[in-house]
């Protein structure tokens, strides 16, 4: 950029990016999900890390995550133009270039894994690098525009945080680890679908084939209730590997019949039935599916200390 | 009409250029704080020497005596 744009030139102006527009194409809060669970699979685990090291750890995989966040804005600039959700994004709306983001995505993908692996190790390291190539390969590039089942597969890449987590303190992956992360991955596509059945979107005219548009509501409502009866003996099997505890399955047991019950609700309703109330039951799910995550991992941490405290 | 020297862009700048001047201070700070947690994670700081590619013939076993 230089002072030429100071100089109207009758055209749109390109606008210089502000820090924040930078800070944008992190998604910042998809980034605060991802250190909550990543937080969590490193202080579960059974081998203590020191402070500083965990800082590190946890700030390196924000800041990966934040990198394929860019990647991401940078590959889906076309779509995010056409959609009203996301014209708004740096990209889009003309105030960071794709090749900024690009170049920032890279650099900082790169950056987040090598300091990873100097400051904790290789497998780590590697977890962090096979999730952001899972997110902005398999799922932005390949799966997104391919397939309605892509949330399912991508979902992947928001589920492995924690087991990074655990990577970082213990060195290796575990059963544990592999519960956490299937607990994240079976819960995105009904929290997913649930949002996506009160929402209208414009993926359709986007090219993007969500469920709802591809298959209608009556599929997606039946999505939803298979995929949280799938997710339930995920969530309780957790509570009884070495990371679980009474407060982990009390919680467990509270949180999946109430999912559960929201998943039978939403199946059971008529289109007709959703529209009439404003899609009261699907909106109420949604709200549920976020206390769901939240709750379970909280009820680890809680766990976690009252084992260290020798309750 | 008073001149201004300063164009909101000047401003947007300058926030940037902060905002990189304190991300690469945080990152120096960073990399120190992870040198000192290894170095103390070693327990002998003794042993740090040994990891700086120059001969030091102190860390070399020393032959019995009588050998």
Known sequence: ?311 | MAIHVEHELHGRRRGRNRGLGLLLAGFVAIVFGLTVVKVIALGDAGKFESFDHVARPQLEPQPEAGQ
């Open chain 1, 1 to 311: 950029m230089t002072d030429v744009t100071l100089q109207p030139t009758g055209q749109e102006a390109v606008q210089e990016a502000e820090l924040g527009d930078y800070f944008a194409l992190f998604k910042p809060r998809v980034m605060s999900l991802v250190v909550f669970t990543a937080l969590v699979g490193l202080l579960v685990a059974p081998v203590p890390v020191h402070p500083f090291i965990g800082f590190v750890a946890i700030l390196c995989i924000a800041v990966g995550a934040g990198a394929s966040g860019a990647l991401n804005m940078w590959w889906d600039a076309d779509i995010d133009a056409k959609m009203k959700r996301t014209a708004r994004r740096p990209i889009p709306a003309g105030r960071v270039q794709p090749g900024e983001a690009l170049g920032l995505g890279l650099t900082l993908s790169v950056f987040a894994t090598v300091l990873l692996w100097l400051a904790t190790d290789a497998l780590a390291a590697g977890l962090l690098a096979f999730t952001i190539f899972f997110y902005v390969v398999i799922y932005s590039v390949w799966l997104k525009r391919l397939t309605p089942q892509n949330i399912v597969i991508g979902g992947a890449a928001g589920a492995f945080p924690p087991m990074i987590g655990w990577a970082v303190a213990t060195g290796g992956v575990s059963v544990e680890s592999v519960l956490m992360f299937a607990l994240i991955f079976m819960w995105t596509p009904p929290h997913f679908w649930a949002l996506a059945l009160f929402v209208k979107s414009d993926y359709g005219d986007a090219g993007v084939p969500m469920l709802t548009e591809t298959h209608g509501a009556r599929v997606t409502r039946n999505h939803v209730l298979a995929y949280t009866i799938l997710l339930v003996p995920v969530a309780i099997g957790l509570g009884f590997t070495s990371i679980g505890g009474p407060v982990y399955l009390a919680t467990a047991v509270v949180l999946n019949l109430w999912f559960l019950k929201g998943a039978w609700d939403i199946w059971k309703r008529t289109d007709e039935l959703a529209i009439a109330d404003n899609f009261k039951v699907e909106k109420q799910v949604f709200k549920v599916s976020l206390y769901y995550l939240f709750g379970h991992f909280v009820a680890l941490l809680i766990d976690a200390v009252l084992r260290v405290g020798g309750v």
